[in-house]
């Protein structure tokens, strides 16, 4: 089993910037990708970055250019960067794993005034 422990949400204005961390324990040999994603008031969830072992990373169209994702394997940590923060970009967001199984994390708010 793994578990997700996500922090650094928070209450940011328009144009600020939040980091946001998770770290990943357990059963972490089988880990294969970790990401975030986000769920607005009144939207589904959305995909807002992922990033494999390899390196790779994929992001949402809505955050490109504004959100960089990085992780540690060795400390099993993906960190997400979050700069230029919208309102829009008011939700809250959760840590996830892809390997054997999926597994998430709780969530942590983030709040973007105008």
């Not at 059963?27 to 992922?50: C, F, T």
């Not at 540690?72 to 008011?90: F, I």
Request: glycine share 14%.
């Amino acid at each position: 089993q793994v578990q997700l422990v996500e922090s650094g949400g928070g209450l940011v204005q328009a144009g600020g910037s939040l980091r946001l961390s998770c770290v990943a324990s357990g059963s972490i040999w089988g880990i294969n990708a970790m990401g975030w994603y986000r769920r607005a008031p009144g939207k589904q969830r959305e995909l807002v970055a992922v990033i494999t072992t390899g390196g790779s990373t994929h992001y949402a169209n809505s955050v490109k250019g504004r959100f960089t994702i990085s992780r540690d394997n060795a400390k099993n940590t993906v960190v997400l960067q979050m700069n230029s923060l919208e309102p829009e970009d008011t939700a809250v967001y959760y840590c996830h794993s892809q390997g054997y199984n999926d597994y998430w994390g709780r969530g942590t708010q983030v709040t973007v005034s105008s």
